[in-house]
């Protein structure tokens, strides 16, 4: 079941970044620089981005030619990863919804609010917030302007695993997979294939975003966020 988005926030440390994303000028790494990136508190980077093989070590055991490691002798999860989305580019948003509620009334509207409001731990990256409420107008015009830069391009929101108890291989989607560590993140994502290989990070221009997106803090699309029951 596909989850309705509310809205859409990308947050930045400063404001002429937030400023040039309104302006339809999107600054995009790849996975390898997130991957590179060493990882603390605000949790930017991810050097388990993009597994295709999770597995754990009392439930494997490797054979080479005659040689057999048994799983007692493995110490930590095999983790296995592809070159090809070392070299996509990511587009990262955060997403306002929830999957917890069928029905919102009087009853649990407060619930619901905490639900959809933008996770304190997100709200600490940066004092600048690109907030987007037509999200659909959004996605059209970021894959109208990957079809006239002709790269071939996938978004969805982000699922979320846990690494103590997940074994196996993410043959699907793998790209928008992630550790449960992650899931406040609420993670929208566009993955991006230039063609190219590379570290270097690409600059989309998609147009100007100023009627479908403003700029404020965190903590006040927080504060705003109201919700009517009719």
């Not at 996975?31 to 060493?38: G, L, Q």
């Not at 639900?115 to 940066?126: M, T, V, Y």
């Not at 996605?139 to 196996?168: E, S, W």
Request: glycine residues 4%; proline residues 3%; aromatic residues 14%.
């Amino acid at each position: 079941m596909t989850k309705p988005i509310f809205f859409l926030l990308k947050i930045f440390e400063k404001k002429e970044y937030a400023e040039d994303f309104i302006k339809g000028r999107l600054f995009l790494n790849r996975v390898s620089y997130f991957k590179a990136i060493e990882n603390n508190d605000d949790k930017r980077g991810d050097e388990y981005e993009a597994v295709y093989a999770w597995l754990q070590p009392n439930k494997t055991k490797i054979s080479i030619g005659d040689i057999e490691i048994k799983s007692e002798d493995i110490v930590s999860p095999i983790v296995i990863q592809s070159q090809y989305h070392d070299n996509l580019h990511l587009l990262c948003l955060y997403a306002s919804y929830t999957d917890k509620f069928q029905n919102v009334s009087k009853n649990n509207v407060e619930e619901f609010r905490k639900e959809i409001k933008i996770n304190e731990r997100c709200i600490s990256l940066g004092n600048y917030a690109v907030l987007i409420l037509n999200t659909q107008l959004f996605f059209k015009r970021f894959i109208n302007a990957t079809k006239k830069y002709n790269y071939r391009v996938k978004g969805q929101l982000v699922k979320y695993y846990d690494p103590t108890t997940f074994h196996g291989f993410i043959k699907k989607d793998t790209i928008f997979q992630k550790q449960i560590e992650y899931s406040y993140q609420k993670e929208f994502r566009f993955a991006i294939d230039t063609g190219t290989k590379g570290t270097n990070p690409i600059m989309m221009e998609i147009g100007d975003l100023s009627d479908i997106a403003s700029i404020s803090s965190p903590q006040e699309i927080n504060e705003m966020l109201e919700i009517r029951i009719k």
